[in-house]
Structures are given as structure tokens and as C-alpha cells.
């Protein structure tokens, strides 16, 4: 029960947004935790979406999620915003408090939480992370990094002013894509922030045989549950760490801040989620 006295209420705002993970992944943690809240698809259109979360509370919700296209939106639309929130311009995660709409961007926390997991101690000596892409996630992802003391961080995008922007921004390095041979050399991390990989898009086609033996690669995509990208670090014997891993951990700070609960992201779930991924392909 929430302190209103009635069964929290929850919902993941998007449009359109029958596709998304969220209730799968909520529903399981409310289930297993045994809170009687609910978390629920929002099909909001962009017209209609500052109305929407400004009645947040009147339309008896506590909090929810937010997805494509709305993320910038909802930035806009907070009357309060957490540092990360604040640096990444784009909201994921609102919750009413004090009367207040409060906005956070998860996604850099998801995947600190997706490396933590599945890549242990992968930041003990940061070094150098190198990141391909330059969108809204590549801007989470070097945030991430910079939140963990990445020595250096070296962006890389098809299109060299987004990175140059987003390099100097974040007071980050830009490298051409001619000269991803020599930047693998010394890279501790690698991670694929582009659409690249993905089921209906072009493979991402870069040659890892530079990466050191120590290093790790990080793919954002999760469908398919493993890109060409990880199947080639895999096969070179590197340590991976799929996107799935980001989804769910991103979901960890809404949850418990809807429902006074921090959940766990266990291989229970993974396997579910994996399970869904698979059934949809
Ligand atoms: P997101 O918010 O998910 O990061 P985005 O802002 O659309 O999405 O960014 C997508 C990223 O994938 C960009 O870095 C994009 O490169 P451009 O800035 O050059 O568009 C990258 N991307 C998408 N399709 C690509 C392709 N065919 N080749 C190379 N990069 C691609």
C-alpha cells in the first residue's frame, strides 16, 4: 500500500509502446516481492503527453517509466530533475514526491549495473573506454564512465560533428572510424552504442582482432540477445555483456522508488526476458 492507502499504480509511457519490456520485467519483481501494485502500458501521443504526466497523480499513478519518443519531452516537462537527469537532457524514470513530478535518467545506472554483473571488476583499472555512437544513449554510456573514472574515453560515430559535439560537451576524445584499428589497441572497453547489429539493421562491421586479450565488449542492442559484435568477442575468448543486462538493471531505481523495494536482477528474470526477446524474433 502506498501512504495514500491505495495499491500503487505504475505505467510505462510511450508511443507506441505495446513493444516494451517494462511490464514483464515490473510485474515479475511485484510478484515476487508480494506488493500488491500494478504497472501498466501508457499509449501517450506526443500532443497529448505534457497533459498526461502533468495529471500523473490524478490519473492515480505514483510514478512510470518513460520510452521513445518521449524522453526529452518529459526532461522538459519535470519540476525537478537528479544530477544525471540534469548532465543527460533526457528523462526515463518520474515519480511524484512532495507534490512534485521528479525526473531520472537510469539508463547510465542500468549499464554500470549490466557491466558490475556480468563483467566483475571490469573498472578496477578503467583506462581507456571506447564508445561507438554519439545518440541519446551514447551520451548515458559516457556519463556512466565518467561516474567510474574511465581514464579516457574516445567516442566514434558515422556522422563526426554528433561526436565532436558530444566529445566536447563531455570533455571526451573523438576518433575517426579509419582509425578504430589503432584506438582497439589500448582500449579496456569496448562498447556499441548504435543501432548497428540490431534485427533489421546492418551488421556492425569492425575488425576486433586489435582489442587486447583483457578486454571487454559491451553491446547495447539485445535484439538479437547476442549481435555479431559479442559472438566475435566471444569467439576471441573476451569477456561480453549483452544489452540485456542494461534493461533490466535500468528498471531497479523506478521500481524502488515506486514501490519502496530495491528488486534484484536475477537469472530468474534474465531468463525471462531472454525467453520473450527470443519469442518475438
Ligand atoms: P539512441 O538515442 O538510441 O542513441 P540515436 O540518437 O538515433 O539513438 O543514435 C543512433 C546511433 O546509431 C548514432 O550514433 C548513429 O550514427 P549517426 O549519428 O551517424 O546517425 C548510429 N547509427 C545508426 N545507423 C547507423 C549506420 N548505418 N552506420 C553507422 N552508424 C549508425
Not at 99 to 113: E, R, S, V
Not at 144 to 154: E, G, M, S, V
Not at 214 to 237: F, K, N
Amino acid at each position: 500500500m502506498s501512504s495514500t492507502g491505495k495499491t500503487p499504480k505504475a505505467c510505462v509511457i510511450g508511443w507506441p509502446v505495446a513493444h516494451s519490456r517494462s511490464p514483464l520485467i515490473h510485474r515479475f519483481w511485484l510478484e515476487r516481492l508480494r506488493i500488491a501494485g500494478t504497472y501498466e502500458l501508457a499509449a501517450v501521443t506526443p500532443a497529448d503527453f505534457p497533459d498526461f504526466v502533468r495529471g500523473l497523480a490524478q490519473h492515480g499513478f505514483v510514478g512510470g517509466n518513460v520510452t521513445l519518443p518521449h524522453k526529452q519531452m518529459a526532461f522538459a516537462s519535470c519540476d525537478a530533475l537528479t544530477e544525471t537527469a540534469a548532465r543527460l537532457k533526457a528523462v526515463n524514470t518520474l515519480w511524484i514526491e512532495a507534490g512534485k513530478l521528479w525526473g531520472d535518467n537510469t539508463d547510465a545506472a542500468g549499464f554500470l549495473g549490466a557491466l558490475d554483473q556480468d563483467a566483475p571488476k571490469w573498472d578496477a583499472d578503467p583506462g581507456t573506454a571506447l564508445v561507438l555512437g554519439a545518440g541519446g544513449a551514447a551520451r548515458a554510456i559516457v556519463h556512466a564512465l565518467q561516474l567510474r573514472k574511465t581514464k579516457r574515453i574516445l567516442l566514434s560515430n558515422r556522422t563526426r560533428a554528433r561526436a565532436i559535439a558530444l566529445a566536447s560537451e563531455f570533455g571526451v576524445e573523438v576518433v575517426d572510424f579509419g582509425d578504430l584499428p589503432g584506438a582497439m589497441e589500448g582500449a579496456a572497453l569496448l562498447v556499441n552504442t548504435t543501432s548497428l547489429g540490431m534485427r533489421g539493421q546492418p551488421p556492425l562491421t569492425i575488425d576486433i582482432t586489435p582489442l587486447p586479450a583483457s578486454a571487454v565488449v559491451s553491446d547495447i542492442v539485445y535484439v538479437p540477445l547476442e549481435t555479431p559484435l559479442l559472438e566475435a568477442a566471444r569467439a576471441r575468448g573476451l569477456r561480453t555483456v549483452s544489452g540485456i543486462g542494461m534493461l533490466l538493471h535500468q528498471a531497479v531505481p523506478g521500481f524502488t522508488r515506486w514501490f519502496g523495494a530495491t528488486p534484484s536482477v536475477t537469472a530468474e528474470l534474465r531468463g525471462l526476458a531472454e525467453a520473450d526477446i527470443r519469442a518475438a524474433a
